[in-house]
């Protein structure tokens, strides 16, 4: 079946770094994919929509200009945090659809991404 | 925007049902899902169920949706120590396309 791999499953950085989140649709391709965040122990909680070859569609209260998205290819988007804190630490997930598809089991989602900022 | 509710906690015995309780306030939900994390894992989806549809079986997973009261629920049959998890609620609604909206999820305790 359809497969999303993300990429780190689990990243450490130093405060004030950037880094770089993958999000890969890996047999199908995907002109939007989303991008979600997770608190410990909370739900999760829709970032920014990621549109191939278009400028991202952030949610309200998310910082473009810290969680840079990048939908390069059918295939791939990325979240870069950038300057990283302490409380940007949590979980990143994202997912992605089959081109055309707006049925029920069609949402994929990759493994997640731990962040971890010290 | 639109609200997903669930319940925080359920504590069920093993051997149980255990019963999920979700509401949502988007009168255009189109597909709702149960999606099971356990710890420090991803998700995984469990079911779902088109709006159109009142219930939804699949081995020991019954999922009832009441369109009326905007209410969707989860059953699990014969709940066993691995089902111990939590269980988000989510739903996409005509306009949101594959976007989805997570309640805040149930934390299921099965005790043995």
């Known amino acids: 079946g359809a497969v999303v791999s993300q990429h780190p499953s689990r990243v450490i950085c130093k405060s004030g770094t950037s880094v770089k989140i993958e999000c890969r649709s890996l047999?199908?391709?995907?002109?939007?994919m989303f991008w979600y965040r997770q608190f410990p122990k909370q739900s999760l909680m829709l970032m920014a929509t990621?549109?191939?070859?278009?400028?991202?569609?952030?949610e309200q209260g998310v910082e473009k200009d810290k969680f840079l998205i990048n939908h390069a290819s059918l295939t791939l988007s990325t979240l870069t945090v950038t300057s990283a804190h302490p409380e940007d630490s949590s979980f990143y997930i994202c997912?992605?659809?089959?081109?055309?598809?707006?049925?029920?089991?069609?949402?994929?989602f990759g493994e997640g991404s731990w962040l971890t900022v010290v | 925007g639109e609200d997903v509710e669930q319940s925080l906690f359920l504590s069920v015995r093993e051997g149980d049902s255990s019963v999920i309780n979700c509401t949502y306030t988007?009168?255009?939900?189109?597909?709702l899902y149960w999606y099971k994390q356990e710890p420090g894992a991803g998700l995984q989806l469990l079911t779902y169920?088109?709006?159109?549809?009142d219930m939804k079986q699949d081995q020991r997973l019954t999922v009832l949706l009441n369109k009326k009261d905007k209410h969707l629920s989860l059953r699990i049959a014969d709940t066993q120590t691995g089902d111990s998890a939590i269980y988000f609620c989510?739903?996409?609604?005509?306009?949101?396309?594959?976007?989805?909206?997570f309640g805040g999820g149930t934390r299921v305790l099965v005790k043995p």
């Open positions: 047999d199908f391709q995907a002109t939007t």
């Open positions: 989510a739903e996409t609604g005509k306009a949101a396309g594959n976007k989805l909206t």
């Open positions: 990621s549109n191939e070859g278009s400028k991202a569609t952030y």
């Open positions: 988007d009168s255009s939900s189109t597909y």
């Open positions: 169920i088109f709006s159109n549809m």
């Open positions: 997912s992605a659809s089959p081109l055309g598809t707006v049925t029920g089991n069609t949402i994929y």
